[in-house]
């Protein structure tokens, strides 16, 4: 089943670093195998990220695979340390109904 992933990243973790992650990962082109929709934003001065994956274990195999050592780099070459930044807020949602649209009904 699908869900939807929603974070909210500690204040240490700026747009600037997710953006080098999913840069690093090459998301804008390669998504993960699983991965169906990735953004991420900033918000009264914190960065969330909003994912829909096709199932909580793609979620999971990314999360262990990719995400923690590309953010662990990343963010060691910002100058941080995550275990002093502190976990993201994360909320994950199995998703009842998703509708893919095709390229032509997008409006980009």
């Given at each position: 089943m699908a869900v939807l992933v929603e974070l909210v990243f500690p204040a240490?973790?700026?747009?600037?670093?997710?953006?080098?992650?999913?840069?690093?990962?090459?998301?804008?082109?390669?998504?993960?195998?699983?991965g169906i929709l990735h953004l991420h934003y900033e918000k009264d001065g914190r960065v969330h990220g909003v994912d829909v994956w096709e199932s909580a274990e793609a979620l999971q195999a990314f999360m262990e695979s990719t995400l923690q050592p590309t953010?662990?780099?990343?963010?060691?070459?910002?100058?941080?340390?995550?275990a002093q930044a502190?976990?993201?807020?994360?909320?994950?949602?199995?998703?009842?109904?998703?509708?893919?649209?095709?390229?032509?009904?997008?409006?980009?």
């Open positions: 240490a973790i700026t747009i600037e670093v997710i953006d080098a992650v999913t840069d690093e990962m090459d998301v804008d082109t390669h998504m993960p195998a699983g953010m662990g780099k990343v963010a060691a070459a910002h100058g941080i340390d995550l502190g976990q993201p807020e994360m909320s994950v949602t199995e998703i009842h109904r998703l509708v893919r649209l095709s390229g032509e009904n997008r409006n980009e």
